[in-house]
């Protein structure tokens, strides 16, 4: 069953979204992270939102979205976590007593919270995924096929160990930079050798833009146009999620119009820099 199936269907996800035209841009993103096949109009899309002209043929490796306020993507990234939770088997990649881990990582374990929420309500308002629950409490879900999904401490000392089937960086602009004790590349850098033994694992890393240096700045830089097994998308918050309205954003654009460029259209901020680049 592919993600956009489990979407569709009337015992799984249909129940949560009131109107699925609401998500066009998003269930475009997931297909493209997924390589599903696309129509002509959901491809024009997908390069308005990639830079790209041809969709992924493969799962990619790594996504990137850089995505304005309420734009629903902590949404999408918990859905896309109970799906890779739920409906792969990852056991012939695992040893005898190890479980695969689903991995929420942000600044602190407080934010992470938000998408745990977001997962546990996936989680039970479906009862066949309710009955994969084998422990749970405020940080960690276990379930039934040996996954585990787990809040990490953003450091890149107890990321080591694991077998990280996913990876979902919440806000990561906003990462501790290179002078801190765990900066944000050095977390990814141990982040990645823990997904290279898993088929088909998936690293996200999404939040609303911030300076131009960072882990999702230089996503961006480097893959956002480019035929990549990483994929960065970019899109403004209306266009993710059209309810937000409008009179909302053209107030921020009153007040602070360099921030709400940031906070709403996502491109990133000129006028924040590190002292040396």
Same mark, same amino acid.
């Given at each position: 069953m592919t993600i956009l199936e489990a979407i569709h269907d009337d015992h799984l996800f249909?129940?949560?979204?009131?109107?699925?035209?609401?998500?066009?841009a998003w269930?475009?993103?997931?297909?493209? $992270? +997924?390589?599903?096949?696309?129509?002509?109009?959901?491809?024009?899309?997908f390069t308005s939102l990639t830079g790209r002209q041809t969709p992924p043929v493969w799962q990619v490796q790594e996504c990137?979205?850089?995505?304005?306020?309420?734009?629903?993507?902590? +949404?999408?990234?918990?859905? $896309?976590?109970? +799906?890779? &939770?739920? +409906?792969r088997d990852y056991r012939p990649c695992l040893g005898p007593?190890?479980?695969?881990?689903?991995?929420?990582? &942000?600044?602190?374990?407080k934010q992470a919270r938000v998408i745990m929420r977001y997962i546990t309500a996936l989680l039970q308002a479906v009862p066949m995924l309710a009955a994969m629950i084998e422990r749970q409490d405020s940080e960690s879900i276990d379930l039934n096929n040996?996954?585990?999904?787990? $809040?990490?401490?953003?450091? #890149?000392?107890?990321?080591?160990? #694991?077998?990280?089937? &996913?990876?979902?960086?919440?806000?990561i602009a906003f990462w501790r930079s290179e002078d801190s004790a765990n900066p944000a590349e050095e977390i990814l850098g141990a982040l990645r050798p823990a997904m290279s033994t898993i088929p088909g694992s998936l690293l996200i890393g999404l939040g609303t833009p911030y300076k131009r240096s960072g882990p999702l700045y230089d996503a961006y830089r480097r893959h956002y146009g480019q035929e990549s097994p990483v994929l960065v998308i970019q899109a403004d918050t209306r266009t993710m999620n059209a309810t937000v309205p409008q009179a909302v954003i053209d107030r921020a654009m009153e007040i602070d119009p360099i921030a709400a460029q940031a906070e709403y259209f996502a491109t990133f901020r000129s006028d924040v820099g590190s002292f040396l680049d």
């Open positions: 249909r129940p949560l979204f009131k109107s699925l035209d609401t998500w066009r269930l475009v993103v997931l297909k493209s $992270i +997924f390589a599903l096949p696309m129509d002509e109009a959901e491809t024009e899309l990137w979205l850089v995505v304005g306020r309420r734009g629903g993507k902590s +949404f999408i990234v918990s859905l $896309i976590a109970v +799906f890779l &939770a739920c +409906f007593g190890e479980k695969g881990v689903v991995m929420l990582i &942000a600044t602190d374990r040996h996954i585990c999904i787990e $809040i990490v401490t953003a450091s #890149y000392r107890t990321i080591r160990g #694991y077998s990280v089937v &996913a990876a979902l960086c919440d806000e």
